[in-house]
């Protein structure tokens, strides 16, 4: 059993958005069993619309495509599907009932276009969306199945959860499938698999290892698709019983979750509460922590002194300190955790100063040199850390590091 | 010209991680005259990669192949494309004398899997990879290229600027490209259409009009392919002009910049700073802000306060605002902002409130229920909004409006 996801959409192709629906996807029906065999991304052309959706019925039984379902002149792919089927359109009347309710909810007055959005091809089963103005679309051919939904993220995952999956699971036996993950934070992907290599050497071909990369920490994910016996499933748990006692030092957790979310776990089993103090980091330390629902049960807020006047100001960093050794040295950073511990409640904190780039870089401390101060009132250390020529992923490299030390001072 | 990407990994389907790379690549050859044609992701397995580099050449004159080059076993993107072409292997010293230098200064002992990662088949031209063990390799093929390229972001982005793209422009003719975008924040995209139908009715089959919205904005997008002579190119221009008076109120660009971006060159050219108070966006705001090279010039900090402590410790809410109006009111932004600008030396300040959700809604105030304060000493703003019912959601259009208010107050 397994999909083709087909995305439509100019914005796509030219790179103005990011395919995060893809991915979503593909996460959601994985964890039912179902492979996804290919992703393909087309423009808002009907030929090439009509060449993804050939392609995928050839090599898949399921075809979810996303986009192309807006209002305007360019989404074309309602229009495009009901040419494919050679179909008529009929009006939806529950959707309009809602579109009509949306707006008069907003206040905004209801355009001819948008009346136009529950006109549907008659051979579809329509998936009511909630959740907007574009209903989804389940079309059933020749034992297999073409599902289109509108792109907007807030709505595809809205009618992927509550409409597409349960009519997949009653529609299709979907076999069985086993997966383990292991997250490893600090060390590298080669590093990890010199470490592994007995175990991958020596593992059944029924049983597949992936290295997932990112940045700051590698996922191992141990998988078998169509197991149904148990001896099977204790042979896999027993390469992961293996994989996990080598790996013991890195391992941060055992299910699919990010650091922050274990991080977060750790602090509130413990019942302690921590706050952050970020300079090079801006604010994206925060912004994951509370990208968590339930994060202020432990967390207490993060002070984002970007400016020398804000470091003194609202941390207390001394002006010496600032002009002897910089705002980029241990020694700031360690005032800047003091002085967070003791304007906030929080029994944990860590601060991160560092050179982010492309600009402010010397030869002592280069672009990427990063410190951090991470502790409790009673035991604080300070640490530096040589990161990347890039920005972006410096950010990203500090405030993983941050979060580790974070992890590591609490357990 | 145009041109298909591929995207190799299993971890792009099962969806661990967002295929990023794809909208970078298609951004960066759309801006040299180069279309897009499709974007394909498969897994690390080698008939697929075959058959869509087969698909791809049928229709491309460029493929651009990203991923599957690790030193582990999972990656057979190299091997595939060696048995593809009938190729041999040879060693490509530069590359193993740079993985080496690469192991020595990281003081990390060098492994013989690193080592395989300087073979490369002996019918490519090999694109030094500055950034990271794995070498581009570069195939001229029947008058068409094909590229495999690393798929880390920063290592790919690096070969694509500075070997991919100039080799492209030797040795292909690209047709001239001309675009125009207008940015357009607190509009959605059904009442933009509305007020364009009578642009959009009229405009010449050449000269295509893209809406591409993203959260709390919309991108207008003007595009004409092959374009030459001068009389079409102020066609276009007669457009666009037309397009931004109708717009005018709500326009913040010209260029494909962020609205991050934007803002900070207004605060910049106008010489005033300003600073942040954040609740429910946990530091978003700041980590928008700060994603921009050389923000520290107008961005002093943000001062995350998540809990009620923080609240009143760092920005001195009262806690009697706290307890009879509740975190989320215009009366406790308003204090948030006020605290803020006492603190801080910024010229202007926004403040956030909010109930990000899913948790700690009430009927008074539902989840997506966010208050915001803005402006300088010399005059206080106060706004209440109500947003999704989904945390990210809610925490990214918060942000947004946070940044358009701070924008319309400095205009």
Redesign the interface.
């Given at each position: 059993m397994n999909c083709t996801i087909i995305t439509i959409g100019?914005?796509?192709?030219?790179?103005?958005?990011?395919?995060?629906n893809?991915?979503?996807?593909?996460?959601?029906l994985?964890a039912i069993g179902i492979?996804?065999?290919?992703?393909?991304?087309?423009?808002d052309i009907a030929v090439?619309i009509v060449k993804?959706i050939d392609?995928a019925r050839s090599q898949s039984d399921i075809v979810i495509i996303t986009g192309g379902l807006?209002?305007?002149?360019?989404d074309i792919t309602k229009k495009t599907l009901r040419t494919y089927f050679h179909a008529g359109e009929v009006l939806h009347e529950p959707t309009l009932a809602r579109i009509r309710a949306i707006f008069e909810k907003r206040g905004?007055p209801l355009?001819a276009?948008?009346e136009t959005q529950a006109l549907v091809p008659d051979n579809c089963t329509v998936l009511d969306n909630e959740r907007g103005t574009a209903p989804g679309m389940w079309f059933d051919v020749e034992g297999k199945v073409i599902v289109s939904l509108p792109g907007v993220p807030?709505e595809m995952k809205h009618l992927i959860t509550n409409k597409v999956i349960p009519k997949l699971k009653t529609q299709f036996p979907l076999p069985e499938i086993y997966h383990r993950n292991l997250l490893c934070v600090g060390i590298?992907?080669?590093?990890i698999?010199?470490m592994l290599s007995g175990i991958?050497d020596s593992l059944p071909s029924t049983i597949?290892?992936?290295?997932?990369?990112?940045l700051g920490m590698v996922?191992l994910?141990l998988s078998a698709y169509g197991i149904t016996d148990a001896a099977h499933k204790a042979m896999l748990d027993k390469v992961y019983d293996e994989m996990k006692r080598i790996m013991q030092a890195y391992v941060f957790a055992e299910e699919?979750i990010t650091l922050q979310e274990a991080v977060g776990r750790l602090f509130q089993a413990k019942g302690k509460t921590f706050?952050v103090a970020?300079s090079?980091?801006?604010?994206?330390?925060?912004?994951l922590?509370?990208?968590i629902?339930?994060?202020?049960v432990y967390?207490?807020?993060?002070?984002?002194?970007?400016?020398y006047?804000?470091k003194e100001?609202?941390l207390g960093v001394k002006k010496e300190t600032l002009e002897t050794q910089g705002a980029v040295s241990e020694a700031c950073v360690r005032e800047m955790l003091d002085g967070l511990l003791r304007?906030?409640?929080a029994d944990y904190g860590v601060a991160i100063s560092g050179i982010?780039?492309?600009?402010g870089g010397t030869a002592a401390k280069p672009v990427g040199t990063v410190c951090f101060a991470v502790g409790s009132k009673e035991s604080i250390k300070t640490y530096t850390i040589q990161f990347?020529p890039?920005?972006?992923?410096n950010?990203r490299a500090s405030a993983m590091t941050a979060l580790n030390l974070l992890r590591k001072a609490i357990i």
């Open positions: 100019d914005e796509l192709l030219i790179g103005q958005t990011v395919d995060t893809s991915a979503w996807i593909g996460q959601m994985n492979k996804i065999y290919e992703r393909i991304a087309v423009g090439q993804a392609t807006g209002p305007t002149k360019d905004r355009l276009i948008n807030y590298g992907e080669s590093s698999a010199q991958e597949q290892l992936a290295y997932l990369p990112d996922k994910r699919d706050a970020e090079c980091t801006g604010g994206y330390v925060g912004h922590v509370t990208s629902p339930g994060s202020s967390f207490k807020g993060s002070l984002v002194t970007y400016s006047s804000m100001a609202i304007v906030s409640d982010a780039g492309p600009d990347f890039s920005r972006m992923e950010i």
